[in-house]
């Protein structure tokens, strides 16, 4: 990957943070925000549903969605550790062959990923430095739900990710974190012909689902 800031996601996500993060999953189940992203898609029918993981992790968000009905999940990811480990659980799961994995920078693979109808940014638009391309590419790939956890843009998550950039800035960590505009994220999502479902907001994070009109009209997927 030439793109600096993945090479940053790959360096800073590495195996002993992937496993660090199953531990966590395997003690406490998904993390507060993931499982309110989680029941907010569960509520909208995901029976035989397909998955598009974008920055899927450790694959919590295919493992609970597959173990709740989904028929098949992929998952991108620019953390090949991550990707490993998903990869891992899955099969210890018995959903090895359900899901089938790409490794790099989703908005320079997107041409080669086939649209699913339900499409997840767990934690993913904060990491990314090009946000535009990121959610047009990524809502275009949405069927039917769209999916996304990402930092409010409050003037105390801005605080937070500067000093978190100077101390990577110091370490000469090429890996940086992101605010970005909440309305424009919306109006992006809403430009791809996608509606507001579902928010959550907060003290740091906000969950938001996005679903196509024509396919609630239609009530499946």
Same mark, same amino acid.
């Given at each position: 990957?030439?793109?600096? =800031?993945? =090479? ?16 966590? $999953? ?10 309110? @992203?989680?029941?907010?898609?569960? %509520? ?17 968000? #295919? ?15 620019? !953390?090949? %550790? $991550? @990707? *490993? ?5 899955? =099969? ?24 699913? *109808? ?13 946000? +535009? %391309? ?19 843009? %409050? ?5 937070? !990710?500067? !000093? ?16 970005? +505009? ?18 959550? =907001?907060?003290?740091?994070? #906000?969950?938001?689902? $996005?679903?196509?009109?024509? !396919? ?6």
């Amino acid at each position: 990957m030439t793109c600096c =800031q993945c =090479q940053g996601i790959e360096r800073l996500f590495d195996r002993r943070e992937a496993l660090r993060k199953l531990r966590a $999953y395997a003690r406490h189940g998904p993390d507060r925000t993931t499982r309110l @992203l989680l029941d907010a898609m569960k %509520a909208e029918s995901i029976e035989g549903a397909t998955l598009l993981d974008i920055g899927g992790g450790i694959g919590v968000t #295919q493992l609970e969605l597959l173990s709740a009905g989904l028929r098949s999940a992929t998952d991108v990811d620019a !953390s090949s %550790a $991550y @990707l *490993d480990v998903a990869r891992e659980e899955a =099969q210890r799961r018995g959903h090895g062959d359900r899901v089938t994995y790409h490794h790099g920078d989703f908005v320079a693979l997107a041409e080669k990923i086939d649209p699913a *109808d339900i499409v997840t940014l767990d934690r993913v638009i904060c990491c990314y430095h090009d946000m +535009p %391309a990121l959610v047009e590419a990524s809502a275009a790939k949405a069927r039917r739900l769209y999916g996304v956890v990402y930092p409010r843009d %409050a003037w105390w998550t801005r605080c937070f !990710s500067a !000093s978190e950039n100077m101390v990577f800035r110091l370490r000469c960590h090429p890996y940086r974190s992101f605010i970005h +505009p909440t309305r424009l994220v919306d109006t992006l999502v809403r430009g791809a012909g996608l509606e507001r479902r579902n928010l959550h =907001q907060g003290a740091f994070w #906000q969950v938001v689902l $996005y679903a196509r009109p024509e !396919s609630v009209s239609r009530g499946g997927v």
